[in-house]
């Protein structure tokens, strides 16, 4: 039927030229884009996966950036630490060579406690000036903060790491179930019976020591305590108020590693020693304290006591005077906080403490501390050679504890921080790749597209035309 008022076939050619003139624009915008989604209507579920995906990456792409400048900032510690490990060294030097009583005169020993006086200082000065982009490193700030520390039981408390969560604060509870004891034999007896040869053996050294018969045991104690510093074996009375209890051979030292040994040699008479028991023995060995911390049992290294799980690991070390019993504190803040993961949340988080290195602070309540060897100190090396015992005693604890705050930073660098970077680095290159697969534009499909878009614009262009033609045929009909 011919028609003019309404032309069907154009109507349907116009609908069909506005649709592949629309699929014409958007494979347009894809190829100049880049992308194959630039708006919610291209792929409304892809753009929703897309953009989670993008989330995804930023928070990787950032993670990998807090790890290095987390590097960053354990290497600058580190190289700080080096350089106080290298005073503490020249410090032992300079005390070994001041113990050369005989050989040093007064000014020597004066001026080599100059050097180590002003060695000191500048470890104290290094404490307190090492910083990372204005934040202090080693001058305790990032240490973590306690409350309660009760120093009557407890000498000192390292914190390496806590994770608090959603905790203001951390309480710690600490119970000692089996005291932490030195090795002891027992001389019940006022005074020898025999001419004796003592061997006398401790983890330090062995010593020989002739006693003849009828030497009192207050002889036998300053006989002994000679050679305390040599054999690691002291003596002291059985019972303070009554001298002629007899005495105990005790190690200087706590814990499994140490032992008294005491042997009487063939060449003279009988000697009796006993264990705190009363069994004749000629060797006792001391004995690690064990203790309980938030429940959990840790078994320590003579009177230190280790804690490692998830949420704390520290170092606590009991006081001499601590035996069986119970003591608690609280960890408030501090420490230093590295997010290391695209989520902000504890598991992704790791906090490590950083203990001030300055002088006052290397060392220990039960052997002194690194200030106290300093001119005017209490153990001033240059005041006598028991000092210089005393000194090297503080330096190697000291020295003890700049390695392991070393190490335990070298550790989180390499088997924490490094690692993490690596398994960050694969897991941005798959979200991108997956980011990519739903977002990007494929040329070589969208090329396709483009050529078939074009060729039926024209082609409905051409057919419009035609329709629009049509309807003049009309006009045949009216010339007859």
Known sequence: MARINTNVPAIVAQRTLRSTQRDLQVSLERLSSGLRINRGADDPAGLIN???????????????SNSQRAINIIATSEGALNEVASLLIDIQGLIVEIANDAAMSDDEKSANQLQIDSAIESITRIANTTSFAGRKLLNGSLDYVTSGVHTSALA???????????????????????????????????????????????????????????????????AVNLDSQATGVEAIYINSANPASGISFRSVGYGNDQFVEIKPLLTGGPFIVTDATGSMVQRDEGRDAVGMINGATVTGRGLDLFLNTRTLDMQITLNEGMGLGSTSFAITGGGALFQLGPDVSPNQQVNIGIQSIAAAMLGNANVGFLSQIQQGGEFEVSRSTSNAHQASLILNQAIRQVAVLRGRLGAFERNTLQTNISSLSITMENLSSSESTIRDTDFAAETSRLTRSQILVNAGTSVLSIANTTPQSVLSLLQQ
């Open 50 to 64: 897309s953009e989670s995906l993008r989330a995804e990456i930023a928070g990787t792409d950032k993670a990998i």
């Open 156 to 222: 000192s408390v390292s914190i390496n790491g806590v994770q608090f969560g959603s905790y203001s604060y951390i309480p710690v509870d600490v119970a000692v179930t089996t005291s932490a004891q030195k090795a002891e034999l027992q001389f019940r007896g006022s005074a020898t019976l025999n001419d004796t040869s003592l061997v006398i053996a401790g983890n330090k050294g062995t010593t020989t020591i002739e006693f003849q018969a009828g030497q009192s045991v207050d002889q036998m104690l300053k």
